[in-house]
């Protein structure tokens, strides 16, 4: 089975400051997608940003860049300019490109420090 | 928008009740996923249903069962609730290779 790994369960970064958030995953597949999705303190679970696999050009959402390593098996979440908003758990998800099963990471709490 | 309802917010629920968990999408979407969340395991996935009447197994089913008679539905049971099943449940929809939206969650407290 995939595994998705989220080697920081706790991050803080300064209010307008950058944070990079990594993940990890296990794959034998060549063609899948990769996520980052947030939970604020209400639950809701939002997508951050999307990546697809084939796509060798690091996807980018406002403040929201990914580095994406497909060799490395390595998907890190850069957030730019930090924002109070931003405080949250991340999780990063993979999606084969077969069958309907997403696997997550174990998450990554962010704490945003004015 | 996509939306996701469930059922409730938070319940609470005795030892051995039988507890209804429902999901709701607006969208159409033909997949609908059931996980439970606890701190430092992430969310597993219990069970996932791709049509109406089909359901598969997740990576943690033991202790639930699943319904979806309409496609915009999806319902976790917990037949006889126990403690080890306090969680945060989450229900999410999506079509097929898109992201996955999620409800807000149902915090369960089996006492």
């Known amino acids: 089975a995939q595994t998705v790994t989220q080697s920081q369960p706790e991050m803080s970064v300064q209010e307008a400051e950058t944070v990079t958030l990594s993940c990890t995953y296990d794959?034998?597949?060549?063609?899948?997608?990769l996520f980052w999705y947030k939970q604020p303190p209400s639950r809701q679970m939002i997508l951050v940003i999307r990546?697809?696999?084939?796509?060798?050009q690091n996807a980018t959402e406002n403040r929201f860049s990914v580095n994406f390593q497909k060799a490395a098996k390595s998907f890190s979440l850069k957030i730019s300019d930090s924002q109070l908003g931003d405080a949250a758990m991340y999780f990063c998800a993979y999606d084969a490109n077969t069958g309907n099963q997403f696997y997550f990471g174990t998450g990554t709490s962010l704490t945003v420090i004015p | 928008d996509v939306k996701v309802t469930q059922s409730s917010r938070y319940l609470v629920k005795r030892t051995g009740e039988k507890v209804f968990l429902e999901c709701v999408q607006d969208m159409d979407h033909e997949n609908m996923f059931w996980y439970r969340q606890d701190p430092g395991l992430g969310l597993r996935l219990i069970y996932f249903s791709y049509d109406v009447k089909m359901k598969e197994k997740g990576d943690i089913p033991e202790g639930y069962s699943v319904s979806r008679e309409k496609k915009e539905r999806f319902s976790l049971i917990l037949e006889s609730a126990s403690t080890n099943q306090t969680s945060m449940y989450l229900c999410?929809?999506?079509?097929?290779?898109?992201?996955?939206?999620f409800g807000p969650g149902t915090r369960l407290l089996v006492l």
């Open positions: 999410a929809s999506r079509v097929q290779r898109e992201t996955q939206y």
């Open positions: 990546q697809e696999a084939y796509k060798q």
């Open positions: 794959t034998s597949e060549s063609d899948y997608y």
